[in-house]
C-alpha cells in the first residue's frame, strides 16, 4: 500500500529551517475553494503551480517567509502524493506597480519531493536566484520608471485625409475632401482616380495584404507632410441588427461557454461544501471531484493506479511497490 501524505504544516517548517538564510513557515487552511484565491494569484508563475493552484480543491497551502521580503508558495501536488510544489510570490510593497513587471521574465515554480533537505537543496538551486534576479528587475524599474508610461495624445492637424471602406468592399476617399498636398502620395500608393465615382479609390486586384501595406505606407508618408489619416466604414444602408437590450454577451457560443464554467464551480462547490463529490484513488490516495476534473464514474486517478490494481488482483501474493 502507498504511504499516506507527508503533513504539509510539517514540511513547510522543517523546509524553512532548511533554507539560507532566516526563515519562517505559515499555514493555511481554507474551508471553501474560493478561499485559495487571493494567495494564488500572487503566484509568480505562468506554468503547473498556478494552474494547480487555481484548478485544484487543494484545502490548504503554506507560504515560506525569507530574508529581503522574499515569500515562496508552498502546496501539494494533487495526484503525487510524495511531492510538493514551490513557487514564488510577486511583490506586494506599495512601490511595485503592474508596469513593472513588463517584459520581466517569471522565476516560475518547481516540484520538490518530501524530502525537506533534497527540497531545500533544489530551491536554493533553481528557484531563489531565478527570484532574486527576478525581483532585481522589478525593484530597477520601479526606480526608473514609477509612473506608467502612457501614450501622448496626437498633435493637431490642419488637414485630414479620411479613407473609407464601402459596403461593396472598395476603399478610398471622395476627390473633393483630399486636400491637393495629399493627392500625389495616393497616387504613388496606388490610388487610382475613378472620375465617374468622383473618388480615390485602391484596386482590389492588390488583396488584402497589398492594401493593408500601402495604407500603412500612406498614412506614413502623410503624416511626415503634417496631415493626419482616418479610416472609417461607410454609412450602412440598412440599419445594422442590434443586440436585444440588457444582452450580456455577444453571442450563444460565449453564453454557452460560461454557463459551462459556472456549472463546473458550483458542482466543485457543492462537492467541497458536502463531502459527498470528492472521490479518493484506492491506490495512490489522489483525491479530485466526480464529475468535474474526471469522468463521474472514474475509480482511479490515472492509468498507473488501474494497471497496478490489476496487477494485485492477478498476483496478490507477490508484493509490487512500482
Same mark, same amino acid.
Given at each position: 500500500?502507498?504511504?499516506?501524505?507527508?503533513?504539509?504544516?510539517?514540511?513547510? +517548517?522543517?523546509?524553512?529551517?532548511?533554507?539560507p %538564510? +532566516?526563515?519562517?513557515?505559515?499555514?493555511?487552511?481554507?474551508?471553501?475553494?474560493?478561499?485559495?484565491?487571493?494567495?494564488?494569484?500572487?503566484?509568480?508563475?505562468?506554468? &503547473?503551480?498556478?494552474?494547480?493552484?487555481?484548478?485544484?480543491?487543494?484545502?490548504?497551502? !503554506?507560504?515560506? &517567509?525569507?530574508?529581503?521580503?522574499?515569500?515562496?508558495?508552498?502546496?501539494?501536488?494533487?495526484?503525487y502524493?510524495?511531492?510538493?510544489? =514551490?513557487?514564488?510570490?510577486?511583490?506586494d510593497?506599495?512601490a511595485? @506597480?503592474?508596469?513593472?513587471?513588463?517584459?520581466?521574465?517569471?522565476?516560475h515554480?518547481?516540484?520538490?519531493?518530501?524530502?525537506?533537505?533534497?527540497?531545500?537543496?533544489?530551491?536554493?538551486?533553481? =528557484?531563489?536566484?531565478?527570484?532574486?534576479?527576478a525581483?532585481?528587475?522589478v525593484?530597477?524599474?520601479a526606480?526608473?520608471?514609477?509612473?506608467?508610461?502612457?501614450?501622448?495624445?496626437?498633435?493637431?492637424?490642419?488637414?485630414?485625409?479620411?479613407?473609407?471602406?464601402?459596403?461593396? %468592399?472598395?476603399?478610398?476617399?471622395?476627390?473633393?475632401?483630399?486636400?491637393?498636398?495629399?493627392?500625389m502620395?495616393?497616387?504613388? &500608393?496606388?490610388?487610382?482616380?475613378?472620375? &465617374?465615382?468622383?473618388a480615390?479609390?485602391?484596386?482590389?486586384?492588390?488583396?488584402?495584404?497589398?492594401?493593408?501595406?500601402?495604407? *500603412?505606407?500612406?498614412?506614413?508618408?502623410?503624416?511626415?507632410?503634417?496631415?493626419?489619416?482616418?479610416?472609417?466604414?461607410?454609412?450602412?444602408?440598412? !440599419?445594422?441588427?442590434?443586440?436585444?437590450? %440588457?444582452?450580456?454577451?455577444?453571442?450563444? +457560443?460565449?453564453?454557452?461557454? *460560461?454557463?459551462?464554467?459556472?456549472?463546473?464551480?458550483? @458542482? /466543485?462547490?457543492?462537492?467541497?461544501?458536502?463531502?459527498t %463529490? =470528492?472521490?479518493?484513488?484506492?491506490?495512490?490516495? +489522489?483525491?479530485?471531484?466526480?464529475?468535474v476534473?474526471?469522468?463521474?464514474?472514474?475509480?482511479?486517478?490515472? /492509468?498507473?493506479?488501474?494497471? /497496478?490494481?490489476?496487477? @494485485?488482483? @492477478?498476483?496478490?501474493?507477490?508484493?509490487?511497490?512500482?
Amino acid at each position: 500500500m502507498p504511504s499516506a501524505r507527508t503533513n504539509l504544516d510539517v514540511f513547510a +517548517a522543517d523546509l524553512a529551517d532548511r533554507l539560507p %538564510g +532566516a526563515w519562517t513557515s505559515e499555514y493555511h487552511r481554507h474551508l471553501t475553494y474560493p478561499d485559495q484565491f487571493p494567495l494564488a494569484e500572487q503566484i509568480w508563475d505562468t506554468g &503547473h503551480v498556478s494552474h494547480i493552484a487555481t484548478e485544484f480543491v487543494l484545502g490548504h497551502d !503554506a507560504v515560506l &517567509h525569507g530574508p529581503d521580503q522574499q515569500h515562496l508558495y508552498l502546496a501539494d501536488r494533487p495526484r503525487y502524493p510524495h511531492q510538493f510544489v =514551490v513557487a514564488p510570490l510577486e511583490p506586494d510593497d506599495a512601490a511595485t @506597480k503592474p508596469h513593472h513587471f513588463d517584459e520581466v521574465e517569471e522565476p516560475h515554480g518547481i516540484v520538490v519531493p518530501n524530502d525537506a533537505a533534497r527540497a531545500a537543496a533544489l530551491i536554493t538551486r533553481r =528557484v531563489l536566484p531565478r527570484y532574486r534576479q527576478a525581483r532585481e528587475t522589478v525593484r530597477r524599474n520601479a526606480a526608473e520608471q514609477p509612473k506608467p508610461p502612457h501614450r501622448q495624445a496626437p498633435p493637431q492637424v490642419a488637414q485630414v485625409v479620411t479613407l473609407t471602406w464601402y459596403d461593396d %468592399g472598395a476603399l478610398g476617399a471622395p476627390y473633393g475632401s483630399v486636400p491637393e498636398q495629399a493627392r500625389m502620395t495616393l497616387y504613388a &500608393h496606388g490610388f487610382q482616380d475613378h472620375p &465617374h465615382q468622383s473618388a480615390f479609390l485602391l484596386p482590389d486586384a492588390y488583396g488584402e495584404h497589398g492594401r493593408a501595406l500601402r495604407i *500603412q505606407a500612406v498614412a506614413r508618408r502623410l503624416a511626415e507632410q503634417g496631415i493626419g489619416v482616418n479610416l472609417r466604414h461607410a454609412a450602412p444602408t440598412t !440599419a445594422p441588427c442590434c443586440r436585444p437590450r %440588457g444582452a450580456v454577451f455577444c453571442s450563444s +457560443a460565449c453564453r454557452s461557454r *460560461q454557463w459551462r464554467k459556472e456549472r463546473r464551480l458550483r @458542482k /466543485r462547490l457543492a462537492a467541497v461544501r458536502d463531502e459527498t %463529490g =470528492v472521490v479518493e484513488c484506492p491506490e495512490c490516495g +489522489a483525491r479530485w471531484v466526480a464529475g468535474v476534473d474526471r469522468r463521474s464514474d472514474a475509480r482511479f486517478c490515472s /492509468r498507473r493506479c488501474v494497471v /497496478r490494481a490489476w496487477r @494485485k488482483r @492477478k498476483d496478490p501474493f507477490v508484493d509490487r511497490s512500482q
